[in-house]
Antibody
Framework: EVQLVESGGGLVQPGGSLRLSCAAS????????MSWVRQAPGKGLEWVAN????????YYVDSVKGRFTISRDNAKNSLYLQMNSLRAEDTAVYYC??????????????WGQGTLVTVSS | SSELTQDPAVSVALGQTVRITCQGD??????ASWYQQKPGQAPVLVIY???NRPSGIPDRFSGSSSGNTASLTITGAQAEDEADYYC??????????FGGGTKLTVL
């Protein structure tokens, strides 16, 4: 059974840092792209970043470029999101999602339960 | 533009058919995927690719696409289908886009 379990969320002050983790199990982690998707309270889904199987390619939404860093450790079956210079608008539930990419399609077939990040003084 | 546009809310009578649409330039090049999200839960994939359903998704869910518009159709809507629905696709620079979501009410 595929499982994705996020951790590391919490309350942080503006300008602070937080590192999210996602523990994967039930599949060959190193064979899949992985993404972080967030959802602000009462709002819609927003893709944040993704990373290729071997970590050689990473992409970010413009609003987090230069502040967030996605990484993975295939030996530990884990995905990470280092978040620096946090802003109030980064407050959201952050989901880890497994991503499938084809030539003309992509989709997120498994999602974690999410971890809440609150940026507030 | 790199956006996906959805109607904010749609309603359907129990047992009737409803179509939820998603518009965006990226849909001319990439298929949409669709996600169902119920309150307090993580999103669930319901349609991907041309018109594919993951295992466990009822066959009353189907997808289609024409030009810059992708559609999710629920044929014979059930009470348990009441949820928020989001479309997603990729754009040419490798980024991912989500629509703003459609709140489906089953009357």
């Amino acid at each position: 059974e595929v499982q994705l379990v996020e951790s590391g969320g919490g309350l942080v002050q503006p300008g602070g840092s937080l590192r999210l983790s996602c523990a994967a199990s039930g599949f060959t982690f190193s064979s899949y792209w992985m993404s972080w998707v967030r959802q602000a309270p009462g709002k819609g889904l927003e893709w944040v970043a993704n990373i290729k199987q071997d970590g050689s390619e990473k992409y970010y939404v413009d609003s987090v470029k230069g502040r967030f860093t996605i990484s993975r450790d295939n030996a530990k079956n884990s995905l990470y999101l280092q978040m620096n210079s946090l802003r109030a608008e980064d407050t959201a539930v952050y989901y880890c999602a497994r991503e499938l990419q084809w030539l003309v399609a992509n989709y997120f077939d498994y999602w974690g339960q999410g971890t809440l990040v609150t940026v507030s003084s | 533009s790199s956006e996906l546009t959805q109607d904010p809310a749609v309603s359907v009578a129990l047992g009737q058919t409803v179509r939820i649409t998603c518009q965006g330039d990226s849909l001319r090049s990439y298929y949409a995927s669709w996600y169902q999200q119920k309150p307090g839960q993580a999103p669930v994939l319901v349609i991907y690719g041309k018109n594919n359903r993951p295992s466990g998704i009822p066959d009353r869910f189907s997808g289609s696409s024409s030009g810059n518009t992708a559609s999710l159709t629920i044929t014979g809507a059930q009470a348990e289908d009441e949820a928020d629905y989001y479309c997603n696709s990729r754009d040419s620079s490798g980024n991912h886009l989500f629509g703003g979501g459609t709140k489906l009410t089953v009357l």
